[in-house]
């Protein structure tokens, strides 16, 4: 992140810490005014506030919002994103069971709406889901899977990030079987190298645009 995203960041911060409480009921009014389109967007957009900030409770709750203004509007897409969305939060939470409730159909809604992107997208939140849950064995199944879906259509930071996280994932897995000399192979290896170089390149492309 360049110095200028961190600026904007600090000052929608600033911004959400001291009227989140009036977004919050803007989003209750205009779901009971049926502006399904509007309630949606505005949890997406303010969720990585939530997540940067640790507002759960305005994370959910708006998340949720979202999730039933997408389905009485039909709108299967939308609902796979929030559903994965509100899934991180409960995965912040350490709530394992509600986190599955969320995964399982933001992954069942994204099927046959043709967006590949977005598909893989949903299975990388649950892999990240699931590591954060300390579960590195099936977030690795998730990051493969998602890895193949985006190198499918050839998008090169989602790939990058997959191999990112798949590392991150085998390091947790050797955390807990306490595996010193495996974290040490695996940090000298070519594969590892490899993919820091990619996230870097990754990173820096998305930097300069």
């Not at 409730?101 to 598909?119: N, S």
């Amino acid at each position: 992140m360049n110095q200028r995203s961190r600026r904007l960041e600090t000052r929608l911060g600033g911004w959400f810490a001291s009227e989140r409480v009036n977004v919050l009921a803007a989003l209750r009014v205009a779901f009971n005014r049926e502006w399904h389109d509007r309630v949606f967007r505005l949890p997406e957009a303010l969720w990585p506030l939530c997540a940067s900030h640790k507002y759960f409770a305005e994370w959910v709750e708006s998340q949720q919002i979202a999730i039933d203004a997408t389905i009485r509007s039909g709108g299967r897409p939308g609902e796979a994103r929030v559903r994965s969305q509100l899934a991180r939060a409960y995965a912040e939470l350490g709530d394992i069971a509600r986190t599955d409730e969320q995964t399982r159909p933001a992954v069942a809604a994204v099927h046959g709406c043709g967006d590949a992107r977005l598909h893989a997208s949903v299975v990388e939140f649950g892999g990240l889901c699931d590591l954060r849950l300390a579960r590195p064995e099936l977030a690795l199944v998730a990051f493969r899977q998602a890895h193949a879906q985006f190198e499918a259509f050839g998008h090169t930071r989602g790939m990058a990030l997959q191999q990112y996280y798949s590392g991150c994932a085998f390091v947790d897995r050797s955390n807990r079987r306490g595996n010193h000399r495996a974290r040490q192979r695996l940090r000298r290896s070519s594969t590892y190298r490899a993919t820091k170089s990619a996230w870097d390149a990754s990173s820096s492309a998305v930097e300069r645009r």
